[in-house]
């Protein structure tokens, strides 16, 4: 996928002004976040399943090589293939390679957010192979032309408005006059429409939420049961995975998937939780032919042992979304790329690099929410801030910006000079701004002052004053 | 025992010197009330935060140092802001992981570092304070305060012992006013989205006063509310709870 | 071996600053995959009795959409579904999976009721499966893939009717893969994962339309548990 983060702030700024987009997001504030908390409050063990989540990721990542090879074993024995892949390009031959192998002319997919990571379905439909989109919300924002904007509701930006409309002009074939007004019906539609695309298709990807070494498996975890159709009907089951997905056991996992659901919907657990291993059984009713992993690095092994590996415990749980006020206010599209929130503020300098993707982790008010919810304990504001201080090394930050931080320092790093400058401030701004007891507008921080105003200091610094204070109690 | 006083460095933060500084001597009163020998040590400017959130450590090293010589050899150090606080008592000690004699002061003064109303009820075991209010106020939970440092129902107990006032909880208390320091002047406009879910918070709950622990967030939810012409009073906590009401932040007739 | 396995295992390797594991390393990460040990399972199913994890297990998934008819023989359970389909007006027409515990109930005597024996089609409208195990802690069904259990029935059917023995209960997903585990299938009568586990809690739900929840979006629309609870406890 081709990033625009480079245009966050007028991706931003759009956002902000987009009223369909803005009631949309409405919704995400009651929906996700106090649904959680009530499950969260249904589990006392929950802070030391949290520490148990987090002491099994940090195992299996300090041993990833001996566990991916262990999956492999697994996968291989029971007459699977794991496909090793570098790089999104890598990735996208391998899928295609098993799709052209088997003539394939359309592939159902569930929702993989490597899969987007990849930019697959540009290169399948590139190369005559037609992707279907089978979870709802990745339905939606296919038939759209849309990127995602959240990594477990890929359609939380729209009104069901526009959903209706978009249902209207792509399911031609339907009575234009039939009513299209409330979720159900839309629903129901996309569930018609879909149904024989589940049916005829050739070959069925999913993502992974976890991969299990004990036992070469790969674990979806859904709720409308697209994912299982996708992987049950075809002819071949592609699982999509970036290799931090590992974990070494089935109980690991069922630990994990305590976190999971709970951070993510608030639900207790999933709908559909579905441990998948290697291809259908020779005396099996039903079940894909073929079972292949693509198993994808694309600039996370060189993540481990430095500063970022945190980020590789992430559960792509989306409670940081959830819970982020900059998310909140603008959405997941303005991020310019696959992963939106915080977690992406880390994550997508990571994979495509900080000189694109730099404003990012500048983006935040370094609240901390989204660390105090992250199942998987990610220090997210910690990270967001290695990040830029990678960019002040760099000097990536504008110039005036720099140049007044520089200043602001020099005087920080001199009280005496400091407190002067301080007592002259506030008497200057305090006079300036008494009448009114406000600024309306202020040369330097317009930004601030087009929306807001500025109240203005009482008068005279604190320090200024203290001196005078303790002066005269020692004449007293 | 003569004078067993604990000696308190006040860390008055520089929005306080700057903006508010009935707010510091809010803060002396309280202490003093608690049974506290104040002291302002003179070496302080600002605890670091820009350049600390903007990736420049060289220099948050060099403002951290030199906190760090300021206010050694206090019992405590004591900061009206939940947000400077946490940045002594949270980040200093990481920023000297090469250097482990500064890091071990820095340790030292974290120890040592408290926001000014959980150290009036966690240390010094204030109950009450003696002061009045009339109106009916709603508290935000500054987010540095409360996730860094656990500042949540401390501020609520004193308030409770406030004569006249009411406190009201607003919805999402807990959630950031859209501050976050440099963040509000270069994401002016998310800033400003932000803010203003903050202010429709406090004008449903039904309060005629903000009040909040930190200037930085006071700053920006008293000019919002300012802009849109709304009365709601904002204030610093402490001016509260030691009793000092001169005018509201943006309120003109400020002393000169 | 591909180069790119090779150069991945060996970025991981450069990036951890070490070479392949020590042996002792290798010996402890073999060791934990062969004890899959356990961690903390939560205490709200694992302390109950039996008989408390049954009243769990249907208190919980209750709570997740799915409806509990109650019955105390198996052969109660053709009747309780045919009334199940006619109080809500379904179609008198399902297909069951070709398990022999199914094979085993007195289906001929619902005359209304036209039963299939075999793998769902999308015309079916009701499927009937059995389950290997149900899980009380979140009110979860456990299924699995194999020459009983077609994998399509438990998702194509608009309504998946599954039938739980009371003796099926266990505490934990630990529990269900305990017993697994137990359950030989392949010839040398070792453990073998079967191609699919299916964990089943409620109906199928999305919440992709402005984020509110509907029931029924490529799954089943409804999900009824028959419990054939005799009051025995395992």
């Known amino acids: 996928m081709k990033a625009t983060s480079r245009a966050f702030k007028d991706n931003a700024r759009r956002a902000l002004g987009d009223p369909q987009l803005q009631k949309a997001l409405l919704n995400l504030r009651t929906g996700f976040a106090e649904r959680r908390a009530h499950a969260v409050s249904q589990l006392p063990e929950w802070e030391k399943l949290r520490d148990e989540a987090v002491a099994i990721k940090r195992h299996t990542l300090a041993n990833l090589d001996f566990y991916l090879e262990a999956f492999e074993q697994k996968v291989t024995a029971q007459g699977g293939q794991v496909h090793w892949c570098r ?20 592939v159902t997919k569930g929702k993989s957010m490597v899969g987007e990571e990849m930019g697959l379905n540009d290169h399948l439909e590139a190369n005559g192979v037609t992707p279907v989109e089978t979870d709802l919300g990745e339905y939606i924002i296919q038939i759209r032309h849309e990127p995602p904007s959240h990594i477990i509701a890929p359609a939380v930006h729209l009104t069901k408005e526009q959903i209706g409309e978009s249902f209207r002009a792509t399911h031609r074939a339907l009575d234009p006059a039939r009513r299209l007004e409330d979720a159900r019906q839309m629903c129901d539609e996309a569930r018609a429409i879909l149904r024989p695309r589940f049916l005829a298709a050739d070959v069925g990807i999913t993502g992974a939420n976890f991969l299990v070494a004990e036992t070469g498996s790969s674990i979806i975890v859904t709720n409308e049961g697209n994912g299982d159709l996708t992987q049950t ?17 089935l109980e690991d996992a069922s630990t994990i998937l305590r976190v999971l659901a709970r951070s993510a919907t608030g639900q207790e657990f999933s709908a559909y939780t579905t441990v998948s291993t290697g291809p259908r059984r020779p005396d099996d009713a039903d079940g894909p ?13 060189a993540l481990l042992g430095g500063e970022f590996e945190d980020m590789l415990r992430c559960i792509r749980c989306a409670a940081c979304l959830n819970h982020c006020p900059v998310y909140q206010a603008i959405g997941g599209q303005s991020y310019g790329w696959v992963y939106p929130g915080p977690m992406g503020a880390v994550l997508t300098p990571s994979l495509i690099g900080v000189e694109a993707a730099g404003n990012l982790p500048n983006a935040s008010t370094f609240c901390g929410r989204c660390e105090q919810v992250c199942p998987m304990k990610i220090p997210l504001p910690r990270m967001m801030r290695h990040w830029r201080e990678r960019e002040f090394e760099r000097h990536l930050p504008p110039r005036t910006y720099r140049l007044g931080l520089a200043a602001w320092a020099f005087f920080v790093e001199r009280p005496a000079l400091y407190r002067r400058a301080a007592d002259w401030g506030a008497r200057i701004l305090g006079y300036v701004g008494r009448a009114r007891g406000r600024f309306r507008a202020l040369p330097l921080a317009a930004g601030w002052t087009r929306t807001r105003d500025l109240p203005a200091p009482e008068g005279r610094s604190f320090m200024s004053l203290w001196a005078e204070r303790v002066a005269a109690r020692k004449r007293a | 025992m003569p004078d067993s006083k604990p000696r308190v460095a006040l860390f008055v933060t520089c929005l306080v010197d700057l903006f508010r500084p009935s707010v510091g001597f809010a803060a002396v009163k309280l202490l003093e009330d608690a049974g506290c020998a104040v002291e302002v040590p003179g070496a302080q400017s600002c605890c670091g935060q820009p350049a600390y959130n903007s990736g420049d450590r060289r220099s948050t090293q060099a403002i951290a140092r030199q906190v760090i010589a300021a206010f050694a050899g206090y019992d405590y150090v004591v900061v009206p802001s ?5 940045m002594i008592k949270a980040h200093y000690p990481a920023l000297f992981a090469d250097d482990p004699a500064t890091a071990e002061q820095a340790r030292d003064l974290a120890g040592r570092t408290y926001e000014l109303v959980s150290f009036l009820v966690d240390v010094m075991k204030v109950e009450r304070v003696s002061a009045r209010y009339d109106g009916v106020a709603t508290y935000h939970d500054s987010c540095s305060g409360l996730r860094e440092l656990g500042v949540k129902s401390q501020p609520r107990r004193l308030l409770a012992s406030v004569e006249g006032l009411t406190l009201k909880e607003m919805r999402d208390g807990e959630v950031c006013c859209g501050f976050g320091g440099t963040f509000a002047v270069k994401y002016a406009d998310i800033s400003d989205k932000i803010v203003e879910e903050k202010t429709d918070n406090i004008r449903t709950s039904g309060a005629d006063t903000l009040l909040a622990g930190d200037m930085g967030c006071l700053l920006n939810i008293a000019g919002k509310l300012e802009r849109a012409g709304d009365p709601t009073r904002v204030r610093h906590v402490a001016e509260v709870l030691a009793g000092i009401a001169g005018p509201a932040l943006g309120e003109p007739g400020g002393e000169s | 071996m591909s180069p790119s396995r090779d150069q991945i295992l060996g970025s991981i390797r450069r990036a951890l600053r070490r070479g392949a594991l020590a042996p002792e390393a290798v010996a402890a990460c073999e060791t934990r995959l062969v004890t899959h040990p356990r961690n903390l399972i939560p205490a709200r199913a694992r302390t109950l009795p039996p008989r408390g994890q049954v009243e769990l297990f249907v208190k919980m998934a209750e709570a997740a959409n799915a409806t509990v008819a109650r019955v105390r023989e198996p052969r109660e359970v053709p009747a309780t579904i045919a009334a199940y389909l006619a109080r809500l007006n379904l179609p008198q027409r399902l297909v069951r999976a070709p398990d022999p515990a199914l094979d085993a109930l007195p289906w001929s005597a619902q005359t209304l009721l036209e039963t299939r024996r075999g793998i769902a089609a999308d015309s079916d409208p009701v499927g009937v499966t059995t389950c290997f195990a149900a899980i009380a802690e979140t009110g979860t069904l456990m299924l699995h893939s194999g020459p009983a259990g077609p994998t399509r029935n438990n998702f194509l059917p608009d309504t998946h009717i599954a039938v739980v023995r009371a003796s099926q209960v266990v ?64």
């Not at chain 1, 032919?289 to 092994?301: A, T």
């Open chain 1, 87 to 106: 790089d999104a390009a890598e990735a996208n031959a391998a899928v295609l390679a098993i799709c052209r192998r088997l003539d394939a002319q359309t």
């Open chain 1, 233 to 249: 009907l075809p002819k071949a089951h592609i699982v999509l995975a970036s290799l931090e997905k590992v974990v070494p056991t």
């Open chain 1, 289 to 301: 032919g073929e079972y292949h992993v693509v198993l994808l690095d694309n600039g996370r092994s």
């Open chain 2, 82 to 86: 939940g947000s400077c606080g946490g």
């Open chain 3, 171 to 234: 505490a934990a997903y630990e529990d269900g893969w305990d017993r697994l585990r137990a359950a030989p299938r392949d010839a040398d009568a070792r453990f073998a994962m079967p191609r699919t586990v299916n964990f089943v809690t409620g109906p199928s739900r999305t919440a992709d339309i402005e984020q509110k929840i509907e029931l029924g979006a490529h799954g089943p629309r409804r999900l009824h548990i028959v419990l054939i609870d005799d009051g025995a406890t395992t």
